[in-house]
């Protein structure tokens, strides 16, 4: 039902940032937002997400206190900031939505094409 396009993936060095941007197709009322990544040929992980009215967010242990979540619900929005970014960071970063407040991979689950982010040593 939702669509989703994410943006701002790329190429930086080791300790560098990027901000990725995920434009949903309509406005994402009650939802939950946040992101997966993918390294090719494993299997997906979850990475953070942000519920609806933004009273709760979850992340994963790995970029606890270098990667914010957050969301613009006027310009339908979801951003992922990411700082002091490291080698095994390197993935394919999917944005995706789910009605309700928690954010899992089911059935229910919106997924975006994705986006490479690639940090170098």
């Known amino acids: 039902q939702v669509r989703l396009v994410e943006s701002g993936g790329g190429l930086v060095q080791a300790g560098g940032s990027l901000r990725l941007s995920c434009a949903a197709s309509?406005?994402?009322?009650?939802?939950?937002m946040g992101w997966f990544r993918r390294v090719p040929g494993k299997g997906r992980e979850f990475v953070a997400s942000l519920t609806w009215d933004g009273t709760t967010t979850s992340y994963a242990d790995f970029v606890k206190g270098r990667f914010t979540v957050s969301r613009d619900n006027a310009k339908n929005t979801v951003y992922l900031q990411m700082n002091s970014l490291k080698p095994e960071d390197t993935a394919i970063y999917h944005c995706?939505?789910?009605?309700?407040?928690?954010?899992?991979?089911?059935?229910?689950?919106?997924w975006g094409q994705g986006t490479q982010v690639t940090v170098s040593p």
């Open positions: 309509k406005r994402t009322y009650q939802y939950t």
């Open positions: 995706a939505a789910r009605r309700g407040a928690t954010l899992v991979s089911d059935v229910l689950t919106n």
